[in-house]
Nanobody, 114 residues
């Protein structure tokens, strides 16, 4: 069964922090690079961070130094710690393998606003 379940989003003030979680099915998670993507209305979905199976990480320039991705293989779970949030980080955040499958979860809304 293919499954991606994102959680942890919410409303936060600029400068605040959130930690997103994504529980994935083993068929997607095991042995694969996993990433966090985000999308705002009218724009293409973009990859903001990914982590390989050997825990090498990579970040988009817009989030580097503020976001941190990690994974817990025993739980098929990937996390995104987001610090120093900015209004432009407002988006629906999704997880998926990298490169992504055609299946997407429901995402989790992150809103950064005062």
């Amino acid at each position: 069964q293919v499954q991606l379940v994102e959680s942890g989003g919410g409303l936060v003030q600029p400068g605040g922090s959130l930690r997103l979680s994504c529980a994935a099915s083993a068929s997607i998670f095991a042995g694969n690079s996993m990433g966090w993507y985000r999308q705002v209305p009218g724009k293409l979905r973009e990859l903001v961070a990914y982590i390989t199976n050997t825990e090498v990480t990579n970040y988009a320039r817009s989030v580097k130094g503020r976001f941190s991705i990690s994974r817990e293989n025993a739980k098929n779970t990937v996390y995104l710690q987001m610090n120093s949030l900015k209004p432009e980080d407002t988006a629906v955040y999704y997880c998926n393998k990298v490169p992504n499958t055609d299946y997407w979860g429901q995402g989790t809304q992150v809103t950064v606003s005062s």
